[in-house]
Structure formats: structure tokens, C-alpha cells
């Protein structure tokens, strides 16, 4: 079985069945899921910046309303066996200011951070965390 820890980005293009934003590899590892074979674990941090994300009107899921959207990303996870929960734990949440100088968004830091302390590699498009080599990145 395949396990990996999703960027909010993933997270999101998965509930706005946004599949075409995926690399082939992504989709791939999708489609694995529903067959049990892939697991994916959302950081606990993520839902904080969906709901940061969505209260701003930076993005909209489905035309819902913010907090129905907010609502829909955690339905999602309590409904599915191939999304799970990964809470912040200390070591995380102690690890990620040290990746200031290559990620300057704490979203990023404590995601990569939680990435890290779960020993999983990190499904993400986004670039800065693609290029600060911190950890093992899927796309």
C-alpha cells in the first residue's frame, strides 16, 4: 500500500473533482485509492488554510458557501478510507519555523513539517516547496 501526505492544493483540486489539475502520477495514485491500495493523509493544518482560503473568497468549491465548503472537506475525510486525518503534533509544530528562510508560508512549513515527522512523501504542485529539497515530493 502507497501512503502520502496531501498539499492543500491536492486536497482541494480532489473536492472541486478538479482531476485535470493532477500530474498523470497523481491521477494514478487517485485512482489506486478507491481500490485500497493508496492512502492519503491530510495535514491538520490544511483545513485552517481551506477555511482562511475560502473566508477570503480566494477560491469557491462547488459555488458553496464558505462554510458549507468547509463543511464538504471535512465530510469528505469522514467519509472516505482512503483520506485520513494527520494532526500537528509537537515535533511538527516545533520543526516547521526552521524552514523560514526556504518556505516563507507557515501553511507550507507546517505542512512539510507534519510531512516530515510522518516519514510520508509529500503530494504537491507547488513549486517553492518542489525546489526547498526539504522533503521527498510527488508530482
Same mark, same amino acid.
Given at each position: 500500500m502507497k501512503l502520502f501526505v496531501l498539499d492543500t492544493?491536492?486536497? #482541494?483540486?480532489? #473536492?472541486m473533482n478538479d482531476i485535470k489539475s493532477l500530474s498523470p502520477l497523481i491521477r494514478k495514485y487517485f485512482n489506486m485509492s478507491d481500490t485500497g491500495e493508496c492512502v492519503f493523509y491530510i495535514p491538520s493544518v490544511c483545513f485552517w488554510e481551506i477555511n482562511r482560503k475560502l473566508s477570503s473568497k480566494g477560491i469557491r468549491i462547488k459555488g458553496l458557501s464558505p462554510e458549507d465548503g468547509i463543511r464538504l472537506a471535512h465530510k469528505t475525510i469522514d467519509n472516505s478510507q482512503c483520506l485520513r486525518d #494527520?494532526? #500537528?503534533t509537537r515535533k511538527a509544530a516545533s520543526l516547521a519555523p526552521s524552514f523560514r528562510t526556504k518556505l516563507p508560508d507557515p501553511f507550507d512549513q507546517l505542512i512539510v513539517a507534519s510531512a516530515l515527522d510522518a516519514n510520508l512523501a509529500l503530494i504537491t504542485r507547488d513549486q517553492a516547496i518542489q525546489k526547498s529539497g526539504l522533503v521527498q515530493v510527488v508530482w
Open positions: 492544493n491536492i486536497y #482541494l483540486f480532489y #473536492l #494527520l494532526p #500537528l
